[in-house]
């Protein structure tokens, strides 16, 4: 690999033995669209299954790309933390496996994605985003940005404004939140200032927290981080994105296509196609 390799990290738990094929999904959108040597790191648990595994290493070799895997066990790097905490809930462990890539990965820079999401655009652009020398690069999140204010009244509006409240308590005004489903990270900065270590100590510690990571996150880096294109990272459950054809789709929410049908469900079927996990659906 050369020195312009775009570096992903994702991380995932196959809990239920199928959300590997999702995460698959999204490796191949964003192989079959970037045209640069991409490295894979891809962080799991006990929980991939040595199938998987070598679906994944399929996937990657097709594309002549390079995979590494790096396995965490939660009992030992998150002790005392209950997957089924109020915190956690409907959260897997898998989302905080991020805090650790400063020790897992050394890479001068990575980017970070979902899984629930999948890429349908080079990557090129946002790689090569210039951080000004911030740590990090992200998308606001749109859902937050006056919620409050609207005084909506379905639950998911209700959920914004409750998120909107907690956020201002840390200090953090709701125009500069952003979600943290796309991160692109100065990994020499993050593990120069410790400031994955400072996220997960909050997590652990902080009970305002309602998305523990990504509130976090976003307290660890105020005032630090680059605002991204929101193509890199449409929120589908509040993004109308019928109209485009380009774009980072984030199946945010509890709607997802592999369970029901929504905006641009088609873009990770088709993705899906491409993978080993495709075989079994015919």
């Given at each position: 690999?050369?020195?312009?390799?775009?570096?992903?990290?994702?991380?995932?738990?196959?809990?239920?033995?199928?959300?590997?094929?999702?995460?698959?999904a999204?490796?191949?959108?964003?192989?079959?669209?970037?045209?640069?040597?991409?490295?894979?790191?891809?962080?799991?648990?006990?929980?991939?299954?040595?199938?998987?595994?070598?679906?994944?290493?399929s996937?990657?070799?097709?594309?002549?790309?390079?995979?590494?895997?790096?396995?965490?066990?939660?009992s030992?790097?998150?002790?005392?933390?209950?997957?089924?905490?109020?915190?956690?809930?409907?959260?897997?462990?898998?989302?905080?496996?991020?805090?650790?890539?400063?020790?897992?990965?050394?890479?001068?820079?990575?980017l970070?994605?979902?899984?629930?999401?999948?890429?349908?655009?080079?990557?090129?652009?946002?790689?090569?985003?210039?951080?000004?020398?911030?740590?990090?690069?992200?998308?606001?999140?749109?859902?937050?940005?006056?919620?409050?204010?609207?005084?909506?009244?379905?639950?998911?509006?209700?959920?914004?404004?409750r998120?909107?409240?907690?956020?201002?308590?840390?200090?953090?005004?709701?125009?500069?939140?952003?979600?943290?489903?796309?991160?692109?990270?100065?990994?020499?900065?993050?593990?120069?200032?410790?400031?994955?270590?400072?996220?997960?100590?909050?997590?652990?510690?902080?009970?305002?927290?309602?998305?523990?990571?990504?509130?976090?996150?976003?307290?660890?880096?105020?005032?630090?981080?680059?605002?991204?294109?929101?193509?890199?990272?449409?929120?589908?459950?509040?993004?109308?994105?019928?109209?485009?054809?380009?774009?980072?789709?984030?199946?945010?929410?509890?709607?997802?296509?592999?369970?029901?049908?929504?905006?641009?469900?088609?873009?990770?079927?088709?993705?899906?196609?491409?993978?080993?996990?495709?075989?079994?659906?015919?």
């Open positions: 690999m050369t020195e312009n390799t775009l570096s992903l990290a994702v991380a995932f738990r196959n809990q239920d033995g199928r959300y590997a094929r999702h995460a698959g999204m490796v191949a959108s964003v192989l079959a669209n970037t045209k640069r040597p991409v490295r894979l790191h891809l962080l799991h648990d006990a929980t991939l299954t040595v199938e998987d595994a070598a679906r994944f290493q996937l990657v070799a097709a594309y002549h790309q390079e995979l590494i895997l790096h396995a965490l066990e939660p030992s790097c998150l002790p005392g933390m209950d997957e089924s905490s109020a915190i956690m809930r409907p959260l897997t462990f898998a989302t905080l496996y991020r805090l650790f890539l400063p020790q897992l990965v050394d890479e001068p820079r990575i970070y994605m979902d899984t629930d999401l999948v890429a349908d655009l080079d990557l090129a652009e946002l790689w090569e985003t210039d951080l000004r020398g911030r740590p990090l690069g992200a998308v606001p999140d749109p859902c937050l940005s006056g919620a409050i204010g609207r005084k909506g009244t379905t639950p998911q509006q209700q959920w914004a404004a998120v909107a409240r907690a956020s201002l308590s840390m200090g953090i005004p709701m125009s500069r939140y952003f979600n943290a489903g796309v991160l692109l990270l100065d990994m020499a900065a993050i593990r120069r200032d410790g400031d994955f270590d400072a996220a997960l100590q909050l997590v652990l510690s902080d009970p305002r927290l309602l998305h523990p990571d990504q509130d976090a996150l976003n307290k660890v880096f105020f005032g630090r981080s680059v605002v991204l294109p929101q193509k890199f990272n449409y929120l589908l459950h509040s993004s109308d994105v019928e109209h485009l054809t380009e774009g980072v789709w984030h199946y945010s929410g509890p709607r997802k296509p592999w369970n029901e049908e929504t905006p641009k469900a088609d873009r990770y079927r088709h993705y899906l196609s491409l993978t080993p996990w495709a075989e079994g659906d015919r």
